[in-house]
T-cell receptor, first 113, second 110 residues
Framework: DSGVTQTPKHLITATGQRVTLRCSPRSGDLSVYWYQQSLDQGLQFLIQ???????AKGNILERFSAQQFPDLHSELNLSSLELGDSALYFC????????????FGAGTRLSVL | GIQVEQSPPDLILQEGANSTLRCNFSDSVNNLQWFHQNPWGQLINLFYIPSGTKQNGRLSATTVATERYSLLYISSSQTTDSGVYFC????????????FGKGTKLTVNP
């Protein structure tokens, strides 16, 4: 068990809908990363938060947004969903984000029908 | 940005065989992680190895940072070793977001 908790494990929804993925980092970790794993793009970085502030952005679509709350949990919001958004979404956490091992949650498998 | 290449893309072994997976990266890095993604999709941390050699049971890893590669050795493979093995390196510049290779898919047959 990595100590990073992601909910839900599976999500099935329809095109055009909006969903929220939740991540609770390891106790004490300030930095949260979101990654997307799709069949055609592999594992790609989406966005990073550090202690409530956005620190880095990757190839994240404008339809996607995220935030980190004062208790350090993070949410990834995906809206106007398309078939191509079907993927595994991972959250990872580290204590500070610099020179630390990243621990990954079990992922949320999103299926857009 | 930094590029990460893994080889081979696919590997099929009989139980008990040994294997070596390779990860090349295009720029200097200050750490490197190896992961195993099991058939259920979970990403399991195997090694955090910026340089040198580490061992954990039947698995070991070596990173030669000056030559920009890392090797993952699996000895006496078991069917539970099946899955996809990824290496990942952080970008520089404050974020240290991970850049992943495309992975090596390992199938161990009984």
């Amino acid at each position: 068990d990595s100590g990073v908790t992601q909910t839900p494990k599976h999500l099935i929804t329809a095109t055009g809908q909006r969903v929220t993925l939740r991540c609770s980092p390891r106790s004490g970790d300030l930095s949260v990363y979101w990654y997307q794993q799709s069949l055609d793009q592999g594992l790609q970085f989406l966005i990073q938060y550090y202690n409530g502030e956005e620190r880095a952005k990757g190839n994240i679509l404008e339809r996607f947004s995220a935030q980190q709350f004062p208790d350090l949990h993070s949410e990834l919001n995906l809206s106007s969903l398309e078939l191509g958004d079907s993927a595994l979404y991972f959250c990872a956490s580290t204590p500070s984000g610099l020179g630390n091992i990243q621990y990954f949650g079990a992922g949320t498998r999103l299926s857009v029908l | 940005g930094i590029q990460v290449e893994q080889s081979p893309p696919d590997l099929i072994l009989q139980e008990g065989a040994n294997s070596t997976l390779r990860c090349n990266f295009s720029d200097s890095v200050n750490n490197l992680q190896w992961f195993h993604q099991n058939p259920w999709g979970q990403l399991i941390n195997l090694f955090y190895i910026p340089s040198g050699t580490k061992q954990n049971g039947r698995l070991s890893a070596t990173t030669v940072a000056t030559e920009r590669y890392s090797l993952l050795y699996i000895s006496s493979s078991q069917t539970t070793d099946s899955g996809v093995y990824f290496c990942a390196v952080p970008t520089q510049g404050g974020s240290e977001k991970l850049v992943f290779g495309k992975g090596t898919k390992l199938t161990v047959n009984p």
